[in-house]
């Protein structure tokens, strides 16, 4: 697979037909970090050879999805586990439409809510405390290792990370890429740090910024145990030092050309550039931001405007699917 890949838009081709043997089941899990009170509330979507006539209630949420068997039964088997986390201000559903189309191939995939920092919890100390996120990660990949509910569905030698924006940082940070907080805080009087620390759920996040105790995140959040990466429009490299780091393991990062508030030239193409022998693949045309979102039913799109504003150039579902495409290559190709 060549180190640069570019999504022409404009030239759609016929997509290969993947390769989906399995339903998808769903189930919550919940888990208690007592060590920071922090509750890691976790969706789970995983194979199952059951059929939608076999279960009393579909997953029902604002967004077209495939359809899941809520507590399905697990195929009796083990399967690689990727973990998912979300985007600021989201939470553990924002990236359903992936984690059902890696299931459906095969997969186990789990994602936590980051508590303090999901749309319905904005709490704002936790959308600037970078270091909970990674932490969270550590803390729920120990914890579903542990849990006989699942674990032996699981094949712990095949793990990988995944994630969107600021779950794009966490994702890169698990991979053992080391943000500098001092950095951080000096970013906040840039011009480039005045565009990047504003989010759309809080403002200006760049006073809680320079209030960072730097003596309280760790250096680094490397965890081994996960072994391939995927980070979508990774947020936070305002905060990477200009210098490689010390990454073996396979990363795939995407971003979309038209990205506002993750602009690639500051975020996914500098993470690329100091990972060596990262992967980059680029949206290209008018993609921005959001597209790695869900797609919202017509009530969804009216409330949340702000995420679905597309440009008319961009299709939504042909970016999943094509994303999808390129994701399930890689880790084909990873593990």
Same mark, same amino acid.
């Given at each position: 697979m060549k180190s640069i890949k570019t999504l022409l838009l404009l030239l759609i081709f016929p997509l290969i037909s993947l390769a989906q043997d399995f339903n998808v089941g769903e189930r919550t &899990?919940?888990? +208690? @970090?007592? /060590?920071?009170?922090?509750? =890691? *509330?976790? !969706?789970?979507?995983?194979?199952?050879? !059951? %059929? @939608? /006539?076999?279960? !009393?209630? *579909?997953? !029902?949420l604002p967004f077209k999805l495939s359809p899941t068997i809520r507590n399905a039964k697990l195929v009796n088997k083990s399967f690689p586990l990727i973990v998912m986390s979300h985007g600021t201000g989201g939470n553990r559903f924002s990236l359903a439409w992936l984690a059902i189309e890696l299931a459906k191939n095969g997969y186990i995939v789990i994602a936590p809510d980051h508590w303090g920092n999901t749309y319905d919890n904005k709490i704002p100390e936790y959308f600037v405390r970078y270091w909970e996120r990674p932490l969270d990660i550590n803390f729920l990949l120990t914890s579903i290792l542990a849990d006989k509910s699942i674990n032996s569905s699981i094949d712990d030698t095949r793990i990988? +990370? +995944?994630?969107?924006?600021?779950?794009?940082?966490?994702?890169? $940070? &698990?991979?053992g890429a080391d943000i500098n907080c001092e950095l951080i805080k000096e970013q906040t009087k840039t011009k480039a740090g005045k565009k990047e620390f504003k989010v759309s759920e809080l403002g200006d996040l760049r006073k809680l910024i320079s209030e960072i105790n730097c003596s309280e995140p760790q250096k680094t959040f490397k965890d081994d145990r996960f072994k391939v990466f995927v980070a979508m429009a990774p947020a936070l490299g305002l905060g990477l030092p200009d210098q490689s780091q010390n &990454? *073996? $393991?396979?990363?795939? =990062? &995407?971003?979309? *050309?038209? @990205?506002?508030? %993750?602009?690639i030239q500051t975020n996914a193409m500098k993470y690329h550039k100091l990972i060596t022998g990262s992967e980059y693949f680029l949206l290209e045309g008018e993609t921005g931001h959001y597209v790695f979102l869900n797609e919202g039913n017509k009530m969804l799109q009216k409330r949340a405007k702000r995420y679905y504003r597309d440009d008319k150039s961009v299709k939504r579902s042909l970016i999943h699917e094509q994303v999808t495409k390129e994701v399930l290559s890689f880790l084909k190709e990873s593990f």
């Amino acid at each position: 697979m060549k180190s640069i890949k570019t999504l022409l838009l404009l030239l759609i081709f016929p997509l290969i037909s993947l390769a989906q043997d399995f339903n998808v089941g769903e189930r919550t &899990i919940e888990y +208690m @970090d007592s /060590s920071r009170n922090r509750p =890691i *509330k976790t !969706e789970v979507w995983y194979p199952t050879f !059951e %059929t @939608d /006539s076999l279960n !009393e209630k *579909k997953t !029902e949420l604002p967004f077209k999805l495939s359809p899941t068997i809520r507590n399905a039964k697990l195929v009796n088997k083990s399967f690689p586990l990727i973990v998912m986390s979300h985007g600021t201000g989201g939470n553990r559903f924002s990236l359903a439409w992936l984690a059902i189309e890696l299931a459906k191939n095969g997969y186990i995939v789990i994602a936590p809510d980051h508590w303090g920092n999901t749309y319905d919890n904005k709490i704002p100390e936790y959308f600037v405390r970078y270091w909970e996120r990674p932490l969270d990660i550590n803390f729920l990949l120990t914890s579903i290792l542990a849990d006989k509910s699942i674990n032996s569905s699981i094949d712990d030698t095949r793990i990988g +990370m +995944m994630g969107f924006s600021f779950g794009g940082y966490t994702t890169l $940070a &698990i991979a053992g890429a080391d943000i500098n907080c001092e950095l951080i805080k000096e970013q906040t009087k840039t011009k480039a740090g005045k565009k990047e620390f504003k989010v759309s759920e809080l403002g200006d996040l760049r006073k809680l910024i320079s209030e960072i105790n730097c003596s309280e995140p760790q250096k680094t959040f490397k965890d081994d145990r996960f072994k391939v990466f995927v980070a979508m429009a990774p947020a936070l490299g305002l905060g990477l030092p200009d210098q490689s780091q010390n &990454i *073996k $393991a396979p990363v795939l =990062i &995407i971003g979309a *050309k038209n @990205d506002r508030t %993750t602009p690639i030239q500051t975020n996914a193409m500098k993470y690329h550039k100091l990972i060596t022998g990262s992967e980059y693949f680029l949206l290209e045309g008018e993609t921005g931001h959001y597209v790695f979102l869900n797609e919202g039913n017509k009530m969804l799109q009216k409330r949340a405007k702000r995420y679905y504003r597309d440009d008319k150039s961009v299709k939504r579902s042909l970016i999943h699917e094509q994303v999808t495409k390129e994701v399930l290559s890689f880790l084909k190709e990873s593990f």
